[in-house]
């Protein structure tokens, strides 16, 4: 039956040739008017004379005799057709519906059992085949093009002239102005249309090629105003139009919502002056014509609710961005739809309504995870709630910010005491922190309401990230990113508070919720728990003080990733001017003595309290202060002049408020930081480049301080100074005296028992000044060469710096130490072109008056740090062996012919008992050896055989040591080590047979370090190697020795990788039997575990022996 329909169907849509009358052409519409009246003619005469059609004849006449829209005397050709069609299409769904109905119900037990489980299941009635339908396709074509779209009122909808060739052709065919009337026919095609989409199969014909216009005969019936109408258009009752209203809205409640949204879009129209878009000129697509008005009012409004439904937001964005691919249209696209979510429509009923149900949509578009998608939908939601932001800040707060801040501030909120489960999921940070570094960092528009709502949570944030810098978390560059867009756009003001209230130095807690902390979660992000009880006190103190620290340190290396910001050094003047009214308040304190006797208990406790909340300030501004210090560059904190003269400023009051304390004036820390602070001033007005009148103009904050110091400090030359200083400033450099130029070299009195006095009062250069000097001068004085291009003077005053950090001891040990140690660099081996003299004596190099000063100068230094390794003090002896060490490495010429004294000093300091001393002693040892390997070695290896019987315990001690320095130039030598390494083979073979097991062990170290670089020069030596090595792994009774040996198995391996099997060739079988006894036999689990390690580097190396990695390559030989 369904078949007989369908080829009716075919038979009344069916192409027929072009037809021809006694020889002349039709005309276009002329030969489609024919061809409509040939095939009906041919469907009655097929529908009489074939019996295969008689039920179909019978089901068309039932369904005409129960439609009351038949019109039988229609002088339209068109509309005769369509009513052919339309019965053929209600005869089609009557019968999909009867066998539905029949295929539903519960099949027959006979068709039960001959059914197997391998069979597929049985398919229903309605469906079609492709050819089929294709037939209905072009049916349900030409029911809308001749029976709904012509009757369309102007502006409702494509106009068909638009779509084809063949729709302009179909709207000259239509007659209006015969029965029935153009709403009537609307109606009914519509009304068959509906009917016809009851069933799923013929749903999806009608509403994937022909929803636009259904929706468009639906609203024009269903909405089209009376008024302005004609009589004929009128024949609709009240009772239709209601109905055409509700069939509309369930039409717009069952289809896909983009599609519907894309669709209302369409009828909504173009504006009323439509500019050419991007791919329009010069092209056939032409933009919309604009719609009637109550159109365009009726599609907002439905669009509207369309929006405000659960997942409207989406099904805007889909209907608006599906089909694009990323390019810049559909960037533009994105920021208009992101334009139209943040404005509340004029159909909605409240702005509150609108934006609590739109922002939390907005949301979950950031949560999407298809690239592509997430890309366009992440960038709407971007800019949406930037916008809504900005525009309206109230209901953004309310529903859109604190809904993205919420886990956040759960964190810092959070209280109740006895919890045991998580507070905050994984899931949720993660979310939480994704979702604010989208909008804030990626979508990058600040504003006031978005900081401060952010500024809410960053102690929390803070705390996150000092947590992710404990463990690997992806939180951390997140996390990151979002404080230093934060730091990077809050005003100053805010941004110092913030760092004070993360650094604890306001007193405010902040951060998370007290007895909660972060832990752990298993995606490699955090969650919220609460703290277990520490019950002991001093655990307690412990976890607070190195949390504390902790986070300092996380925020110091946060500061220094603001490497284009001033915020760094704002903070750091802050801290110090901090610093310099806290010794101000000091000072009142002390002066005013509270009278504790008249309080009460509790005014007792308030006061105490808040003296120690004081204290615990101070100490927290300390700490901050040390941790900048040390771990921030000066060009970081001190970037622009002003900052310079703002950290000198500081320094000044800071010497002032001490100034009225004849104590602190006195004290050597004060006097150093007086006299830097004077000498930076006076660098900055004697430097190479002049000042401009803006320099002296920021200076001009140095004249109180300057003022004050000259007439209240008691040390006559610095009053004298400061006046001088003062004076050059305030003129602009037009006075400056001599001694402004000398003070350039910062001014330090000596000390006699920790007392300045004016005696002895010479100009010393130390490495702080060096080093604010070179921040200072080229950053005042803009000249790049002031930091690379030195004088040698200036170069030989930074040298000379080390025995300016001596102190004056008074121990009677200590002094005989120094004598002797300078006695033995005296006498050492033959005395060079620079002899070492006393610090009080002359120099031995020649000064004749042909020589340079500059040479003069430079021996002086070398000299000077010569003395300070033999200086009893810890710091200045490590940085002259650190100096001298540098001197080599640059290849200084006065340390080089003096090599045999500096390996005196050497050696000499491996014997101290600092650790950074004879660390220091052991890397000039090494640097030595490099640059005259053969001398330093041989010596080296007398070193570490040759050791006095009468001190065996500091020679086990030094042994190790050289040993070190030993191995260290084994690594340095690099291609060079079969040349200078084969001697050391025998001095580690001897030192393996020592009577101690450190010894022992430190020589099996060092061979495996050796011969791992020895490569084919190891052959000779292969034997002897592995007997020793096989007899101490069998023989040998301290297990430490045991793993060096096996070790050294392993490391040779690893260095001759596929050369073993050349190299090792007679000994690999005696090592390989050597590593399965130990793994058989060894008691000690780290020498077993040495073991396996070596078999699997030797199971590796067999391996690509044996089977070689095939290479596809062709091999040409030139014959002769």
Not at 471 to 487: G, K, M, V
Not at 1037 to 1044: D, F, I, N, P, Q
Not at 1053 to 1074: C, I, N, P
Request: aromatic share 4%; charged share 20%; with cysteine.
């Amino acid at each position: 039956m369904t078949s007989a329909i369908l080829s009716a169907l075919c038979v009344l849509t069916k192409p027929i040739g072009e037809t021809t009358v006694y020889g002349t052409k039709y005309t276009e519409q002329e030969a489609l008017i024919a061809a409509l009246q040939t095939n009906q003619a041919l469907l009655e005469e097929r529908l009489q004379g074939e019996k295969g059609l008689y039920e179909v004849r019978r089901l068309r006449e039932e369904v005409r005799a129960g439609v009351p829209w038949i019109c039988t005397d229609t002088e339209d050709v068109t509309w005769s057709f369509v009513q052919e069609c339309l019965l053929l299409l209600l005869s089609l769904a009557r019968n999909l519906t009867l066998q539905l109905e029949l295929f539903n119900q519960a099949p027959s037990p006979a068709m039960s059992r001959l059914r197997t489980p391998e069979m597929a299941p049985p398919l229903p009635p309605d469906v079609l085949s492709v050819a089929q339908q294709k037939t209905l396709g072009a049916a349900l074509q030409f029911v809308v093009s001749l029976g709904l779209c012509p009757y369309l009122a102007l502006g409702v909808g494509v106009p068909l002239g638009r779509r084809s060739a063949f729709g302009k052709l179909v709207e000259g065919l239509v007659c209006h102005d015969v029965a029935p009337v153009p709403e009537r026919r609307l109606l009914t095609t519509t009304a068959v249309l509906l009917e016809l989409s009851v069933l799923s199969s013929l749903a999806t014909m009608v509403y994937t090629r022909h929803l636009g216009d259904v929706m468009a005969a639906l609203c024009q019936l269903g909405y089209r105003p009376e008024k302005g109408t004609t009589k004929e258009e009128k024949e609709i009752s009240k009772e239709e139009r209601k109905n055409c209203r509700e069939a509309l809205q369930k039409l717009l409640g069952k289809v896909y919502q983009p599609i519907v949204i894309k669709e209302l879009l369409i009828l909504q129209g173009g504006p009323k002056q439509a500019p050419p878009g991007p791919g329009t000129s010069g092209g056939n697509r032409s933009p919309l014509s604009q719609a009637p008005p109550w159109l365009r009012r009726l599609c907002g409004q439905l669009l509207s609710e369309r929006l405000m439904q659960p997942n409207g937001v989406q099904s805007v964005m889909r209907a608006i961005l599906e089909g694009g691919a990323g390019g810049e249209s559909d960037w533009r696209k994105c920021d208009g739809v992101a334009r139209i979510l943040a404005a509340c429509p004029q159909q909605s009923l409240s702005s509150d309504s609108y934006y609590s149900q739109v922002c939390p949509q907005i949301l979950e578009l950031l949560h999407f995870r298809d690239k592509l998608t997430a890309q366009q939908f992440q960038r709407v939601a971007t800019r949406a709630a930037l916008t809504m932001v900005q525009d309206c800040p109230m209901f953004a707060l309310q529903y859109l910010l604190t809904p993205l801040f919420s886990s956040l501030l759960r964190c810092g909120q959070m209280t109740g005491e006895g919890q045991t489960r998580v507070t905050v999921e994984e899931w949720e940070l993660t979310r939480c922190v994704e979702d604010v570094f989208k909008i804030c960092v990626v979508g990058n528009s600040p504003s006031a309401p978005l900081l401060k709502a952010l500024g809410e949570v960053v102690p929390v944030l803070f705390d996150l990230y000092c947590f992710t810098k404990k463990n690997a978390s992806h939180l951390r560059a997140p996390c990151q990113e979002i404080l230093l867009w934060y730091f990077g756009n809050s005003e100053l003001s805010v941004a110092l508070s913030t760092l004070q209230q993360l650094c604890a130095m306001d007193g405010g807690a902040g951060g998370v919720a007290s007895g909660f902390h972060f832990t752990p979660g298993s995606d490699g992000g955090a969650q919220l728990n609460p703290s277990e009880t520490i019950s002991d006190e001093d655990d307690a103190l412990y976890e607070k003080v190195s949390g504390e620290q902790w986070r300092v340190e996380c925020l110091a290396q946060l500061l220094a990733e603001m490497k284009d910001s001033d915020l760094p050094g704002d903070f750091f003047l802050e801290l110090l001017q901090a610093l310099t009214c806290w010794a101000a308040e000091e000072e009142e304190e002390e002066e005013q003595e509270v009278d504790t006797s008249a309080m009460t208990l509790l005014q007792l406790e308030q006061h105490l309290l808040g003296k120690v909340t004081g204290r615990g300030q101070k100490l927290a501004l300390l700490q901050v202060l040390a941790v900048m210090c040390e771990g921030l560059p000066h060009t970081l904190l001190l970037r622009k002049p002003t900052q310079v003269v703002e950290f000198i400023v500081a320094m000044l009051q800071r010497a002032c408020v001490g100034l009225d304390q004849v104590r602190a004036a006195a004290s050597p820390v004060e006097t150093q930081t007086l006299s830097m602070g004077m000498g930076l001033v006076a660098t900055l007005l004697s430097g190479p480049s002049p000042l401009s009148a803006e320099d002296y103009s920021s200076m001009s904050r140095l004249l109180p301080p300057l003022e004050e110091i000259s007439q209240r400090h008691p040390e006559v030359v610095i009053q004298e100074l400061a006046s001088d200083l003062r004076a050059a400033i305030a003129t602009h450099g037009a006075y400056q005296p001599d001694n402004v130029t000398r003070a350039t070299q910062y001014q330090s009195p000596k000390m006699d028992n920790n007392v300045p006095t004016k005696k002895n009062f010479k100009t010393q250069t130390c490495p702080s000044q060096v080093s604010l000097t070179r921040l200072c001068s080229p950053t005042l004085h803009n000249n790049p060469s002031t930091d690379t291009t030195q004088t040698p003077n200036t170069r030989a005053s930074i040298q000379t710096c080390i025995p300016n950090l001596r102190t004056q001891s008074s121990s009677g040990d200590s002094l005989a130490q120094k004598t002797h140690l300078s006695q033995r660099v005296s006498s050492g081996a033959g005395q060079g072109p620079a002899g070492v003299s006393a610090p009080d004596g002359g120099q031995s190099g020649g000064r004749g008056g042909s020589s340079e000063p500059s040479s003069g100068t430079h021996s002086r230094a070398f000299s000077d740090c010569m003395l300070g390794a033999c200086d009893p003090e810890v710091p200045t002896r490590a940085v002259a062996l650190r100096t001298l060490t540098r001197a080599i490495q640059n290849g200084d010429r006065e340390a080089l012919q003096n090599q045999e004294k500096v390996l005196m000093l050497f050696l000499e300091n491996l014997e101290h008992e600092d650790t950074f001393v004879y660390l220091s002693a052991i890397q000039g040892l090494a640097v030595l050896s490099d640059v005259f390997p053969e001398r330093i070695l041989l010596r080296l290896q007398e070193e570490y055989q040759n050791v006095p019987s009468s001190q065996k315990e500091r020679s086990l001690e030094t042994r190790l040591k050289v040993g070190e320095v030993l191995m260290r130039a084994s690594r340095a030598m690099g291609d060079l080590a079969p040349h200078h390494g084969r001697p050391l083979i025998g001095v580690f073979l001897r030192g393996t047979r020592d009577e101690d097991r450190s010894v022992r062990a430190s020589c099996l170290s060092n061979l495996g370090e050796l011969c791992q670089r020895l490569n084919y020069a190891l052959g000779p030596w292969a034997e002897e190697l592995s007997t020793c090595l096989t007899a101490l792994i069998k023989t040998e009774k301290e297990a430490e020795v045991r793993r060096a040996a096996v070790h050294v198995i392993a490391l040779l391996l690893r260095g001759l990788s596929d050369k073993a099997t050349e190299v090792l060739s007679d000994v690999l079988l005696d090592l390989y039997r050597a590593l399965k006894w130990v793994v058989r036999s060894d008691t000690d689990d780290v020498t077993v575990l040495h073991a396996q390690l070596a078999l699997e580097d030797l199971d590796d190396v067999m391996r690509r022996f044996i089977f070689p990695v095939q290479k596809l390559e062709k091999k040409i030989v030139v014959l002769p």
